[in-house]
């Protein structure tokens, strides 16, 4: 527990920022994704320039309380995180963040699962040195996975700098289990918002509890052991939800998913892929709704993917990831190929059949339950996002499907057991989330109080007084 004390005010240093870009109760826990952000933009400038991770992150900290010189803007964020603490509501998410980030610290296994230890804990390490360091790892064998984005592990050597800079594992771990806990429960307030506004505190606060105890579970409780397959997920969800609940036509409210799709894309390879369908997707529903200012988010895939190539240019971080392979050998799976066959036939029993078709049903009842029964809007406007639902966890299964068939020649049996229910993680998040979205469309509207009307004081009354 003694760790949240570190944990909690790396996370929440961005509190007056968050409040700008979020209003009540959302503030408190975008505060999280933005300073997660900061230590990714800090990471790059540390492999760039050769300046310490904690000392960029504590600039980019600072320049932030510079918008309190305007009264306005100072006048704003006070009063938006108020809001957060003036209804039941409010209180019971800061109350359900605090307790389930507790239990995510409390029950941080001991860190040491291999491709924790082989992948993360050492990009971070990598990262806690000279600059000189990182440059060097990229001619570490492959199995180190050089080439992987590094948004966990700047957090994590973030959080040993601030400490002392000495490597703590364990803190490693339980910073990036509650950031897993923090980013779920945002999904769930961003969604309820959305598809549940009046619906009572109680039941929605019910509802986000069994959402974000059902995202602790997707990785088999590796979310606090150092990996960041669950966090890649939570990070694609968000995104998804941010995007689905664009209401407004203003500039403003693209900066929260435009941070949200970087953060999405630089956890692993795949992460990349996955956000930008995810992304296209929802958009899609934006577009149908005529909310066309949000179609500037298209902008991000392609900053981003220019953005790492010149990157992994200019560092020569080689590239070991399957995309090229998988791409070539795309048109054999219309070709009858034999060995691909074979892979489908072993994907589909080692993976899918025993893990996934109960989120594949899951997503399909969910999206029905949205177009059948969904609140407020007609049948033909609550069906974009119905169909939405069920693409998004569909089409992130498919590409991890196509993955797996045609990214490796051998040792595919191997490979199932050792990533596949990491890997599907963001697949089964989406499909929690088609039913969230659907719970929340089901629950009915808390039904006001009623005013009482006081009776007029008397003349003789107010006399007295």
């Known amino acids: 527990m003694a760790d949240l004390l570190v944990i909690f005010p790396i996370l929440l240093a961005f509190l007056p920022l968050a409040a700008l870009l979020a209003n009540g109760i959302n503030a408190y826990i975008v505060s999280p994704v933005l300073a997660t952000a900061a230590a990714l933009a800090a990471g790059f400038t540390h492999i760039l320039f050769d300046v310490p991770i904690w000392s960029v992150w504590l600039i980019i900290v600072g320049l932030q309380l510079i918008l309190f010189f305007l009264k306005p803007v100072r006048e704003r964020v006070v009063a938006n995180l108020k809001v957060a603490q003036s209804d039941l509501y409010s209180v019971g998410v800061l109350g359900l963040a605090a307790l389930m980030s507790g239990m995510a610290s409390t029950s941080t296994p001991a860190p040491l699962a291999w491709d924790a230890r082989s992948i993360w804990f050492h990009h971070a390490k990598w990262l806690n ?12 064998p492959a199995g180190n996975w050089p080439d992987y984005p590094f948004t966990g592990p700047a957090l994590m050597t973030l959080s040993w700098q601030l400490t002392g800079g000495s490597e703590n594992l364990w803190l490693a771990s339980r910073i990036s289990g509650v950031l897993v806990i923090l980013v779920g429960l945002l999904t769930a307030v961003v969604l309820a918002n959305t598809f549940a506004p009046k619906a009572h505190f109680v039941l929605k606060l019910g509802i986000a509890f069994i959402f974000v105890a059902s995202l602790t579970l997707l ?4 979310y606090n052991a150092g990996y960041q397959d669950t966090l890649q997920a939570a990070l694609v969800g968000l995104l998804f939800a941010l995007v689905l609940s664009l209401k407004s036509s203003k500039w403003q409210d693209l900066m929260l998913p435009a941070i949200v799709f970087l953060l999405a894309s630089n956890i692993k390879q795949e992460g990349f892929w996955f956000a930008t369908g995810v992304l296209v997707l929802a958009l899609s529903v934006q577009a149908i709704q005529k909310n066309y200012l949000a179609l500037a988010l298209l902008a991000a895939p392609a900053i981003v993917r220019v953005s790492w190539s010149w990157f992994q240019d200019h560092v020569g971080m080689p590239d070991n990831g399957h995309t090229a392979e998988v791409i070539e050998r795309f048109p054999l799976l219309f070709s009858g190929d ?6 489908l036939q072993l994907v589909f029993t080692n993976g ?7 989120y594949v049903l899951l997503a399909l009842l969910s999206a029905i339950l949205i177009a059948m029964l ?8 609550r069906l974009p996002i119905s169909i939405a639902s069920i ?3 569909l089409g992130v299964l498919g590409v991890a499907v196509v993955t797996y068939v045609l990214g490796q020649s051998g040792g595919l049996e191997w490979w199932l057991g050792t990533s596949y229910t990491r890997i599907t993680a963001t697949f089964e998040l989406l499909a929690l989330i088609a039913m969230l ?8 509207d808390s039904k006001p ?3 009482v009307a006081q009776k007029p004081v008397s003349k003789k009354a107010k006399k007295r007084r």
């Open 219 to 222: 990785a088999d409780g590796y």
């Open 129 to 140: 040195g000279p600059a000189e360091y990182f440059l060097e790892a990229q001619f570490l």
């Open 437 to 444: 979205i659907a719970s929340l469309n089901l629950l009915p």
């Open 391 to 393: 693409t998004a966890p």
């Open 449 to 451: 109080k009623p005013v």
């Open 338 to 343: 034999l060995e691909v066959a074979n892979n």
């Open 374 to 381: 969904g609140k407020g809007e007609s049948f033909v406007a």
């Open 352 to 358: 899918i059949q025993p893990r996934s078709m109960n």
